[in-house]
């Protein structure tokens, strides 16, 4: 009876919402990276109450009664920021059925939205939040158009809340890509990519019930969803690798002012480094690619990254998506500080390349202050990590979101617990779970 | 070659080991009683050393490839080859060129068991996709060699970034026997034959699981099922061994390369994923009478490791790839160390031009993995997954992959610890001819493609 008691309550448990409340906790007595671009404190404690972060740093006090989690040895941190990911859109990349990153025949582009498709129980991002990543923008990749959809702001939470901002951005897609999607040149996606925003803007100052112009080309539902961007609410993220091509997603401006647009790629940044800062244009990039994998990207190297923080554009280590794990943001990251110690590469301070990972793509995605940061009022993102966080040797050992601590069950660690030792004297291993 | 639809979505272009949309085209079967088949060497390596100079590095931490580690370390190295290897007493002979390695660190050169640089170049565009022959199932009568560009901007990079002294090019992994590999010295070259390993023995590139079933059940043709692999395989197998007991009156370039596995002079390669997969093709190469030499992509090697070591067999595999595809599921972190835990051999291996730049630190994070499991793996150890045994997957191990007297002088001096993410190769070192040096602008290679480009000469 006992037994069976203990298996009802069992059953009961799994059944039972995962509605985990957040825990007040402080971390003492870790390495601290705030994530801020300020260099590592030792010795430092991190205070989080009602899910929220409210003290970071040396010689904070720990208010009586909370529950202390002892951080020596180990270094403390916020959530990884994963800027532009496809986290929550597929379990299996190759297995179409189980993926929602694009959608070839689809009628729509511009007003196509990821978040009827973003899974919280998704594989990869229980993968990926056992990697340190708690927040993430994710963004749609494009069909047949150069317009790609609208991405989102998640959170990597083990509960079933995910979305933390819908349509957060429009991508568009230019360069060699966006030439063949557009119909075959980099000239046909211009006009392309021009008329859209005409007729967004055209239907923006369009009175209520107006009809359109005769000749419209893009359909209503996506006329409608580039308005946001013609006026500035919504960023426009555009992804271009050329130098030539960047010039031309600045110039943008001159006809469209109002435009908020976010760079991804830059491949050949470094080479129109000055320009994109003097726009104020943020950056998000793979920051370890070196070859000259098109012609758009004969200029790539590992200094990009540096060379354009050094021109003073803010740039976001990211494009985590196909099989470019988010969970490789500090790997990432640590490279371009071994860049600092070869002559003729520009990397990234330690500080500088925590925060492209953190406080940076946060701030591009528009919750700066509040995300990838520790700092009072900030989200309850933290990360307890048995060594130096960009280090290979290094990875979680802890993992809150909203305070809330995070399991590490996920598909990867099951099995590795499975297959320890290769057992099967008495049982199969189907039976070891 | 893995054939994921999304390899690096936004950014690689190498995925086009998937564009098979080649005309079908009759197998070469070409007739030429006056040769025989096992009597000439085609395609001879004409690669010799660079010169070099007699050097002593002192006063580093030596890993030698085979699990020794050496603090205060000397290397020797003259004429092309190691000379000694031992601890600060070494006496350094009259002549020798002295590089103070105080705080730095020695391997020997990296080998990657699993590139396809040369036949999926950058720029990955579709004129420099050579690498999978996909208009047959079975093609073991092509030779990767053939498809080579030297001048693959990859091979630069993996040699200043990776550290990366010699590389084993394979088919793709569209067919069932996608063809031979070739071993290559990672020397800038204008020929392909300036750069093969002298010596080298060759492999046949073989391909379980999804990519032969899909790439030719998407046709209607045979195989499209995993049986559908295994049945043509051993049919292939069977034909084989009579063409080998035959009287060779008919050249035949696939069943050359098959005879060639058959008696043991050809090693195997097999792209293999599952578990229940590698099991069935060690099987099968009892069946037929062959040797596996190493499964590569093995993410679940570690389900079988124990029948791995058993065999005698490599894994070769990434350290944390998984989810790309459906037989990629079940990858773990761990898959390295659980199988080094089983003694089984393991080698970290790239098939990709970004990952051949990071073995080393691939091999990192395996290591990593396994420490948080309780498997302790010394770095000395760990080094061996990409020199030693990566040597011994390409069937060279007694040319290079170790620092051990008379072999090869192939030599990286690291930075710092090549297992931490702060390091990079200073100075590499082929045959004892230094071929980067990151302290001299000019001693960074620039293939043809590169010059007059964006970035030329730049520090990649």
Redesign the interface.
């Known amino acids: 009876m006992k037994r069976i008691l203990s298996l009802a309550t069992a059953l009961a448990a799994l059944a039972a919402p995962l509605a985990v409340s957040a825990q007040d906790l402080a971390i003492t007595n870790a390495t601290l990276a705030k994530g801020d671009g300020s260099a590592p404190v030792e010795g430092a404690t991190v205070l989080v109450q009602g899910g929220k972060v409210v003290a970071a740093g040396v010689g904070i006090a720990v208010p009586a009664g909370l529950e202390t989690v002892d951080g020596t040895g180990k270094w403390v941190t916020p959530g990884l920021f994963a800027a532009?990911t496809?986290l929550g859109l597929w379990?299996?990349?190759?297995?179409s059925d189980s993926n929602d990153?694009e959608a070839d025949d689809s009628p729509f582009n511009a007003s196509l939205d990821v978040v009827p498709a973003l899974n919280p129980a998704n594989?990869?991002i229980a993968?990926s939040r056992e990697g340190g990543v708690t927040r993430a923008s994710v963004t749609p990749?494009p069909g047949k158009s150069i317009f790609a959809g609208q991405g989102a702001l998640i959170d990597l939470g083990h509960d079933a809340k995910i979305v933390d901002a819908p349509r957060a951005f429009q991508l568009v897609v230019l360069g060699e890509s966006g030439a063949r999607l557009a119909g075959g040149s980099r000239v046909a996606a211009s006009v392309v990519l021009h008329n859209a925003l005409r007729e967004a803007k055209a239907l923006a100052s369009a009175s209520a019930g107006a009809d359109r112009a005769s000749d419209a080309m893009l359909t209503h539902a996506d006329a409608a969803a580039l308005v946001p961007v013609v006026k500035g609410e919504q960023p426009l993220y555009v992804?271009a690798e050329r130098?030539s091509d960047i010039r031309a997603v600045l110039a943008l401006k001159s006809e469209f002012p109002a435009l908020k647009l976010v760079l991804?790629?830059a491949t050949?940044g470094w080479?129109v480094a000055r320009e994109i800062a003097a726009a104020g244009v943020p950056v998000i990039t793979?920051p370890?690619?070196?070859?000259?994998?098109?012609?758009e990207?004969?200029?790539?190297?590992?200094?990009n990254t540096g060379r354009m923080v050094q021109a003073g554009v803010k740039v976001a280590i990211g494009?985590f998506?196909?099989?470019?794990?988010p969970?490789w943001a500090t790997?990432q990251a640590?490279?371009l500080?071994?860049?600092t110690?070869?002559?003729?590469?520009t990397g990234l301070t330690w500080a500088q390349a925590f925060a492209a990972i953190t406080s940076i793509p946060a701030e591009i995605s528009g919750v700066g202050g509040k995300e990838g940061i520790l700092a009072p009022g900030a989200v309850g993102d933290v990360v307890l990590w048995?060594g130096d966080p960009?280090?290979?040797?290094?990875?979680p050992v802890s993992v809150w979101i909203d305070g809330v601590k995070q399991p590490f069950d996920s598909?990867?660690a099951r099995?590795?617990e499975r297959?320890?030792d290769?057992d099967r004297t008495y049982l199969p291993?189907a039976y070891s779970w | 070659m893995r054939i994921s639809p999304e390899i690096g979505r936004w950014g690689s272009a190498v995925a086009l080991a998937l564009a098979l949309t080649l005309a079908p085209q009759a197998q070469a079967k070409k007739k030429d009683k006056a040769q025989s088949a096992s009597t000439e060497v085609p395609y001879a390596s004409t690669y010799k050393p660079y010169p070099g100079r007699p050097t002593a590095l002192v006063g580093a931490t030596v890993f030698d490839g085979r699990g020794q580690r050496i603090d205060n370390g000397t290397v020797l190295f003259a004429q092309g080859k190691v000379v000694a290897i031992g601890g600060g007493d070494l006496a350094i002979p009259e002549g020798y060129d002295r590089i103070d390695a105080t705080g730095k660190f020695v391997t020997p050169g990296v080998v990657d068991a699993h590139s396809h640089l040369g036949d999926y170049a950058s720029p990955g565009v579709d004129a420099n996709s050579d690498g999978n022959e996909a208009t047959s199932p079975t093609t073991p009568d092509v030779w990767a060699e053939h498809s080579v560009w030297p001048q693959d901007p990859g091979f630069s990079r993996a040699l200043v970034n990776g550290g990366v002294t010699s590389l084993l090019i394979l088919p793709g992994s569209a067919n069932l026997m996608g063809g031979r590999s070739v071993l290559l010295k990672n020397v800038p070259a204008i020929t392909v034959q300036q750069m093969k390993f002298p010596g080298a023995p060759y492999s046949l590139k073989m391909a379980c699981g999804e990519n032969p079933k899909r790439v030719y059940g998407s046709r209607g043709m045979k195989p499209s099922t995993r049986m559908g692999n295994f049945a043509v395989n051993r049919q292939t197998w069977i034909d084989a061994k009579a063409y080998m007991e035959g009287d060779h009156s008919e050249r035949d370039l696939g069943n050359e390369t098959l005879e060639g596995v058959l008696k043991g002079e050809i090693l195997v390669q097999n792209h293999c994923y599952r578990a229940e997969e590698m099991a069935l093709v060690l099987d099968m190469a009892k069946e037929a009478g062959y040797k596996v030499t190493a499964f590569h992509h093995a993410v679940e090697a570690y389900k079988i490791a124990d029948m791995l070591r058993e065999a005698d067999v490599c894994a070769a595999v990434w350290a944390d790839w998984y989810g790309f595809k459906m037989e990629a599921y079940d990858g773990i972190p761990e898959n390295a160390a659980l199988i080094a835990k089983q003694g089984a051999c393991v080698v970290i291996h790239s098939d990709d031009p970004n990952g051949i730049q990071r073995l080393n630190q691939a091999a990192a994070k395996a290591q990593a993995a396994g420490r948080r499991m309780g498997i302790d793996i010394p770095d000395a150890e760990v080094v061996s997954w990409f020199t030693y045994n990566a040597a011994k997957t390409a069937g060279v191990a007694d040319k290079t992959g170790s620092l051990e007297e008379g072999k090869m002088a192939d030599v990286v001096l690291w930075n710092g610890n090549p297992l931490s993410v702060y390091t990079r190769p200073e100075k590499v070192w082929i045959d004892g001819a230094m071929l980067y040096d990151a302290d001299n602008p000019k001693m960074h290679p620039v293939s043809d493609f590169e010059l007059g480009q964006p970035g030329e000469g730049d520090v990649k």
Request: net charge negative.
């Open positions: 532009f496809d379990d299996v990349q190759a297995v990153t594989e990869h993968v990749a992804k130098a991804v790629g050949e080479l793979m370890l690619r070196d070859l000259p994998e098109q012609f990207a004969l200029g790539s190297t590992q200094s494009m998506s196909g099989d470019n794990q969970r790997e640590g490279n500080v071994a860049l110690r070869i002559p003729g590469a048995d960009l280090e290979l040797s290094s990875a598909h990867q099995l590795r297959y320890k290769l291993k």
